[in-house]
Every structure is written in C-alpha cells, then in structure tokens.
C-alpha cells in the first residue's frame, strides 16, 4: 500500500494560511474569517500559529489555531490552552461588555493527526471548554481533510469493573442523598424544587 506522508508543519501551515487569505474560510474548521495573523508572537506565553478574527454585526469571534504535523497528545492541549489565555488577558475589556446583541467568543482550536488508541486527550478535553481539536488527514483519495474530535468519545474495551455494583451503588446513594434532603425541608415547601407544580 501505498503511503501517502503528512506534510511539514511549516507546509501545513503555508496551506491553512493561503486557504485563509485566498478564501476567507479556515480549511480546518469551515469558519469564516475577517482577517487572521501569522506567527503572532504572544508576549510570556509563545508564539501561535495563526489568529483568526470573525467580525459581524452581531459577534465578534478569535480563534488561536495551533496545527501539528505529529500525533496529537496532551502536551499540545497545555500548549493552546496558554495562547488561549493570553487571548483572554488581551480581549478582557471586550468580555466586560454585556450585551444582549452582541456575542464575544474565544477559542483555542488545535489540530493534526490523531490517532484514537494511542492518547488519552479526549478525556482530558471533555474536562475543558473554549478548546476544540480537529483531526487533520492527508490521502491520495480524499487530499485534505479534517473533522472534529468530539469530547464524549470513549475508547472501546475499557469497563469499570463490576459496572453493575457501580452503578447500584451510585443510585442508592444518590436516592438517600435525595431523601434526607427532603426530609430536612420537607416541613417548610409542599414540594421540591425539580419537582413538577
């Protein structure tokens, strides 16, 4: 079989930043793009790879886009959530404005090669919010393409032993929690507050 080798990082890079200039669309992530910067460098936290801005009427959007052309694993995640930060430093006058009618958000999107059974990550990231992780491929059939990593995956063949006592155990105590609940306030409101009026 024939295969087919993931470009350099500088490479995937070139692309993902032409893709952006030329279409006003991030290949990884289909988002729309306002403007973007390259290689910003973020003063005691690093330098990203690409910062893209989305501007409308109604939201304002900033990306922090870290790509690799290695396996994706934990370390990376640490490493976007740092520029994720400094972004949230800079925008914080930003974040201080509420408003109903406009919409400020904050990302930090990273993406590469995954491979599912070897890193843990998902677990980690279904831990943490404001980070995406896209799975990026490169083939002869389909060239390039990249989808999301969904925080709920779970690899197969792992079981908590004895599920079944686990989880019996877990609803009985979560019923006697609910009771003695009851039973302290059961005197001062009729019903309680998940319950149906």
Known sequence: MFKFEFPSEKRFEDYVWHHIQKYKECPITE???????????LTGYGIADIIKVYVSPCELNVS??????????????????????????LMRPALNINSQYFYVSLVAQLA???????????????????????????SMERGFHSKPIEDGWRSTGRKISDRKRFRKDVVSEYRNALSRIQNN?????????????
């Open 64 to 89: 922090v886009l870290e790509l690799k052309n290695e396996p994706l694993k934990e370390a990376h995640l640490s490493q976007v959530a740092k520029y994720l930060s400094c972004i949230k430093d």
């Open 112 to 138: 590469g090669p995954f491979q599912k059974d070897r890193s843990d990550f998902p677990f980690l990231l279904s831990c943490l919010k404001d980070i995406e992780v896209y799975d990026v491929c490169v």
């Open 31 to 41: 988002e729309p793009v306002s403007f973007a910067y390259r290689q910003p460098a």
């Open 185 to 197: 306030i059961a005197g001062n409101l009729e019903k309680m507050p998940w319950e149906e009026a």
